[in-house]
């Protein structure tokens, strides 16, 4: 489903990513563990189409098509899922009103009539209720005001509501209580599906627990320099990043 | 040194004389005081931004003749229509309510009309507003309401003013509102145009509150590109009442409202939301100024300022809290939007402190759309159009919600929606 080859990527004139390679089959979930600053963040944005990022080298192909090619709107559309590290608040614009223009725009895409604001009322109660998220949040404004675990439910139930073909969750169980933990893994564990593909980003092992994902990479210095399956995590939780090969100081900040 | 331009003495030709002898006679020797009148210069502090757009031709100075009917924004309910600054009566529906009267400046009687000629310009400070004054030797009819103490209209009335611009000339509206104790009132004024002459809309606009009155007020400025319009709006407010403005703009070759506030009587109330949008070459300019006389009154005031393309906005927000104005609470803010880098918003709060004990908080800023938002937003397949019109939309949103009549509301947002169209392509 997405293949990407030799990816390098830079900010500000800095080489971030410096040759990720990665191949992600249509119903696998992936899991990129990695020391803070190693480009986990950079990637994911780099796959959503964030113009802030170079693209310097390298390809990137979502189900054969060429997904550098494509503007951020039409990635989504494609089927391009990223779920923020850190979601934006935008305040004056109803969290609704964004959900609906969001969903309409898919819709509109692939040939569906748009809905209406009872139909999708009605849809957004439910799925509202899937990540345990008062439907009172629905009418604030966009993110605004949400303590961290309501900023990432409201991540996943976009992710509900847009049914993505990837979907990239880029540290979304941090700051989660182990309640909301268990809500936002029910959340992801229903988006598993044979024709999707899930790529999440986690400091954490207790996350594989509730998502065991089919392959574990770890991401440093912008390369991926081990892969395996989960219990890599495991060994990363027990063993640090130290015996990989991975500089002191990158290794304390992972911690 | 070049000597300082003069109003040109084509302005001060006679205009009709539809109007009762005081009238006539303060029109006549407010005229006389204009011989010389200097024209604002870049130099003036008031005017610097915009004298350059004030093009005061002499093809400006002859009055408009009273135009014949296009469409009125509101069909139903209470409303008096200018038509190049002359009351159209027959286009009028002016509400039956006890102790309100509605009159035309030319129906009045003598005695009526000389203590209404006591009275205008009263409620502004002429030095600050020297198209108003240009108002007053111009003025061909007026309106003249008057509400008796608890008189309540409970609905809107409408003002709509529209000019016919077939030949270019000027109109020169007027309305006085004399609001008794505890009365209430919501004034619409709506400033349309036709015709594609160059022309001068310069209104003035009075209120009296006296006691325990509300009053609301709400303007929309949306005349076509050949119209410049200079407006004037005074208020003078005593104690314990309120006034609510709500101004929509959309912009112009030139486009000024000056508003001043005077809160007299302690515990007087003002709330003031502005909303202004520019395109192309436009130019806005508003100057607002709130003067608390008295103690303990509070005055809120929200601004926003949208400018794209190469278009130029401008707002100057003076508070001046008078010595014997303790326990004022004053609150100023404008934010503003930039939607190109060829657009430029100057803005300008002036807060003059002469009592001790207030509270007086004020904040300006001017931004861009934010990137971050619009890649949020377009990250989930909303087009980069439609993103644009949410945050524009997020950065006006609550001004234009808390109009408090529908029928403008959904006028200002339809005027949004073609200014959307207008500055945001599609994809
Ligand atoms: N806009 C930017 N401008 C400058 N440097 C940036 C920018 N964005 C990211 N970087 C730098 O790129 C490097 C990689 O950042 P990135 O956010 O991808 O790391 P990460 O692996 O997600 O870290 P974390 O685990 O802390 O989330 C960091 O050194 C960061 O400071
Ligand atoms: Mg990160």
Known sequence: MLSIKNLHASVEGKEILKGINLEIKAGEVHAIMGPNGSGKSTLSQVLAGNEAFEVTEGEVTLNGENLLDLETEERAREGIFLAFQYPVEIPGVSNLQFLRTAVNAMRTHRGEPEMNAAEFMKLAKEVSKQVDLDPAFLKRGVNEGFSGGEKKRNEIMQALLLQPKLAILDETDSGLDIDALKVVSDGVNALRAKDRAILMVTHYQRLLNHIVPDYVHVLAGGRIIKSGGRELALELEERGYGWLGIKEDEAAAAN | ?427
């Open chain 2, 1 to 427: 040194m070049k000597p300082a331009p003069t109003l040109s003495s084509a302005f001060l030709q006679p205009s009709g004389n539809a109007l009762p002898g005081p009238l006539l006679s303060l029109r006549e020797q407010r005229g006389t005081a204009l011989v010389d009148m200097p024209l604002p210069t870049r130099k003036t502090e008031n005017w610097k931004y915009s004298s350059k757009h004030l093009k005061l031709s002499d093809k400006l100075a002859t009055n408009l003749p009273a135009g014949s009917a296009t469409t009125s924004a509101a069909e139903d309910g209470y409303r008096v229509v200018f038509r190049n600054g002359v009351i159209d009566p027959q286009a009028s529906r002016l509400p039956q309510v006890d102790g309100l009267t509605v009159q035309r400046f030319a129906d009045l009687s003598d005695d009526e009309a000389s203590a209404l000629a006591g009275r205008l310009d009263n409620t502004l400070d002429t030095n600050a507003t020297q198209m108003a004054r240009l108002n007053t030797a111009r003025f061909e009819d007026g309106l003249l309401i008057t509400l008796k103490p608890d008189a309540v209209l409970s609905e809107p009335l409408f003002v709509i003013h529209e000019v016919t611009a077939t030949a270019s000339g000027s109109a020169f509206p007027r309305i006085y509102v004399d609001a008794g104790r505890h009365s209430q009132l919501t004034l619409v004024e709506e400033y349309v145009s036709s015709g594609d002459q160059p022309v001068m809309v310069d209104t003035v606009t009075e209120f009296m509150v006296a006691d325990g009155a509300q009053i609301t007020s709400i303007r929309l400025t949306a005349e076509d590109q050949n119209v410049q319009h200079i407006g004037a709006t005074g208020v003078r407010q005593q104690r314990s009442s309120r006034f609510e403005s709500h101004c929509v703009g959309f912009g112009g070759p030139l486009r000024r409202h000056d508003l001043q506030l005077r809160l007299e009587g302690e515990g007087a109330e003002c709330k003031l939301n502005g909303v202004v949008v520019t395109q192309d070459k436009q130019h806005y300019d508003n100057h607002t100024c709130i003067d608390h006389v008295a103690a303990n009154c509070n005055s809120e005031e929200t601004y926003r300022n949208i400018a794209a393309a190469e278009s130029h906005a401008v707002f100057n927000g003076r508070i001046h809290i008078h010595q014997d104005a303790q326990k004022s609470n004053a609150d100023m803010n404008n934010k503003n939007l930039l939607l190109s880098t060829g657009a430029e918003i100057d803005t300008k709060p002036e807060l003059e402190i002469y009592a001790d004990d207030v509270k007086c908080a004020h904040g300006a800023t001017i931004g861009q759309l934010d990137e971050t938002s619009l890649f949020y937003l377009v990250s989930r397949g909303i087009s980069r159009r439609e993103a644009n019109v949410l945050l524009t939309m997020a950065f006006i949103n609550e001004l234009v919600t808390q109009i408090p009549v529908e029928q403008v509301r959904d006028s200002a947002n339809e005027r949004l929606n073609r200014f959307f169209d207008d500055t945001f392509e599609e994809a």
